[in-house]
T-cell receptor, first 112, second 111 residues
Framework: GENVEQHPSTLSVQEGDSAVIKCTYS??????FPWYKQELGKGPQLIID?????GEKKDQRIAVTLNKTAKHFSLHITETQPEDSAVYFC???????????FGTGTRLLVSP | DAGVIQSPRHEVTEMGQEVTLRCKPI?????LFWYRQTMMRGLELLIY????????DSGMPEDRFSAKMPNASFSTLKIQPSEPRDSAVYFC?????????FGEGSRLTVL
């Protein structure tokens, strides 16, 4: 089955810096790659997603890139703010996108 | 809509007791998922339903775990008997054709 690896496990940046989180997946048939943000005591919330027919997608300060050949995808956050501090999860699925396999999460800390 | 609603938010019980976690999905969503989150294993899919029918329960760890969805607006995850290693946060999530929405989770502690 699908296996998703995520790095780094923790990431500390200064406010205003950029943050990059990387994931690799094992199943070449995977075609949907969402990113979730989880704040303390809350459930994960979708922040951006990308499908395999697209190489990059942006939404304001957040962007995701996908390299199908290398089977990896990344989350980029620019001009980080303290409210970006949370745990971020990548995920992958194929077919009708029902079975999401999650990475192990990255704890991002943005210091003022 | 109020989102996915889970109860209880916190449950502390003793080993051997039965635990029932409850979920109300977002109205109109025909897929419902149960996930378990632990530090060691991250987010794991336990089971999911489509139109109240269980589709894939391959993630259910063992026979002590069972899940039901008697109607479109309610699902339960039951653990009987509970064990300390079941301690985790259990999330319910629902979707239609788009985004997966998670509830706020039920934190289970088995002593």
């Amino acid at each position: 089955g699908e296996n998703v690896e995520q790095h780094p496990s923790t990431l500390s940046v200064q406010e205003g810096d950029s943050a990059v989180i990387k994931c690799t997946y094992s199943d070449s048939a995977s075609n949907y790659f969402p990113w979730y943000k989880q704040e303390l005591g809350k459930g994960p919330q979708l922040i951006i997603d990308i499908r395999s027919n697209v190489g990059e997608k942006k939404d304001q300060r957040i962007a995701v890139t996908l390299n199908k050949t290398a089977k990896h995808f990344s989350l980029h956050i620019t001009e980080t703010q303290p409210e970006d501090s949370a745990v971020y999860f990548c995920a992958a699925s194929k077919g009708s996108f029902q079975k999401l396999v999650f990475g192990t999460g990255t704890r991002l800390l943005v210091s003022p | 809509d109020a989102g996915v609603i889970q109860s209880p938010r916190h449950e502390v019980t003793e080993m051997g007791q039965e635990v029932t976690l409850r979920c109300k999905p977002i109205s109109g969503h025909d897929y419902l998922f149960w996930y378990r989150q632990t530090m060691m294993r991250g987010l794991e899919l336990l089971i999911y339903f489509n139109n109240n029918v269980p589709i894939d329960d391959s993630g259910m760890p063992e026979d002590r775990f069972s899940a039901k969805m008697p109607n479109a607006s309610f699902s339960t995850l039951k653990i009987q008997p509970s064990e300390p290693r079941d301690s985790a946060v259990y999330f319910c999530a629902s979707r239609n054709t788009g985004e997966l929405f998670f509830g706020e989770g039920s934190r289970l502690t088995v002593l």
